[in-house]
């Protein structure tokens, strides 16, 4: 949206959160790279007043005013009661983070359009319990987390899925506002995690294609073929399982057919009968999709790159995975964007 088509008030805002955004950006260039975990020291924890603690700032002013113009000494007292307790509450909220432990937690690939679920792991290291933290990214923010004393807790954001990619965790919010909640003490983390978002799969369909027919003189040709029984090896499908075996023997044993050892489907980019870049990857994952449930071995030909048959959830991690990375650079994720999903 051009600057020139919005009105007063959300211009102003606009450059409110370009002005803010710079001034965490150069925060945030004071810190090292967090890594996979990182644990807060007092040189990256911030506080200031909430909207409340800035309307309980204005009623001691008004108190200690009062205070001195009649020299009541009950108003003083209660007016320093409340100082003290206002400055308690400083060292607690501050207390609540620090020497508190991060690491950011493997995230599970999605399909595109699907919902993301951001994890970290929190852990205390100083035998003191947290309270009502909350994680957040972006404009989306976490339940409250509670941490026993040396212990830990999972905070999970869901996230919504932008479009295929593979994009990197962006900039993490760690506050607080315990126990009082006039004061907001916070931390901006800089954890590191993949996030791999597949292609929405998109049936091409066999018409045009061939490949259903293809699919089913195979089938027709497995019926008429005799199997062949070996023992399991690791990221064998577990459709073809011989579980009666296992019964009888205590051991793990394969199904595999004469022709399936031979045949071998191959999931072609020029085959795709589409001219968009997109809509041809979301055809190939459901073809991936489709052969992994049949238990075929399969290969993936790309036009940069050719993935060799195999077979089994290694195989189709490796597929979905080069159908992700596809002329597709890791990038931030780009949250403020993507409008939906959990906001407080």
Not at 1 to 8: D, I, Q, T
Not at 58 to 79: E, P, Q, R
Not at 275 to 296: F, K, P, V, W
């Amino acid at each position: 949206m051009r600057a020139s088509s919005l009105g007063p008030a959300e211009r102003l805002r606009s450059q409110g959160r370009r002005l803010r955004e710079g001034v965490i950006r150069w925060v945030a260039r004071r810190h090292r790279d967090d890594g996979a975990q990182t644990t807060l020291g007092r040189d990256r924890i911030y506080i200031l007043p909430t909207r409340a603690g800035y309307t309980l700032l204005a009623i001691l002013g008004v108190m200690l005013l009062g205070a001195i113009n009649y020299s009541n000494n009950m108003a003083f007292l209660l007016t320093f009661l409340l100082i003290g307790i206002g400055h308690n509450a400083i060292w607690y909220t501050h207390r609540n983070l620090l020497g508190l432990k991060a690491s950011a937690l493997p995230t599970t690939p999605v399909f595109a359009n699907q919902p993301l679920s951001v994890s970290l792991r929190l852990e205390d290291t100083c035998g003191r319990d947290r309270e009502a933290l909350h994680l957040s990214i972006g404009e989306y923010t976490s339940e409250p987390v509670a941490i026993p004393g040396r212990g830990q807790q999972v905070a999970c954001l869901s996230l919504p899925a932008p479009g295929r990619g593979v994009y990197r965790l962006p900039r993490q919010h760690l506050g607080t506002q315990y126990p009082l909640g006039i004061l907001n003490a916070w931390s901006w983390l800089g954890l590191t995690s993949e996030i791999l978002v597949y292609p929405q799969p998109v049936d091409p369909g066999a018409a045009h294609t061939g490949l259903g027919d293809q699919a089913g003189a195979h089938r027709r040709q497995d019926a008429s073929t005799p199997d062949h029984i070996r023992p399991y090896r690791p990221g064998d499908p577990p459709g073809r399982i011989l579980w009666k075996a296992l019964a009888r023997t205590g051991k793990l044993h394969i199904r595999e057919t004469v022709a399936g050892g031979r045949d071998t489907l191959w999931i072609d980019w020029s085959s795709m009968p589409a001219s968009d870049t997109e809509a041809r990857l979301s055809m190939l994952c459901h073809q991936i999709l489709t052969a992994e449930a049949e238990g075929r071995a399969w290969g993936l030909r790309l036009p940069d790159q050719t993935l060799p048959p195999g077979q089994g959830p290694a195989q189709r991690e490796r597929g979905l995975r080069a159908l992700a990375e596809f002329r597709f650079e890791p990038i931030p994720l780009p949250v403020a964007e993507t409008a939906r999903g959990t906001k407080k």
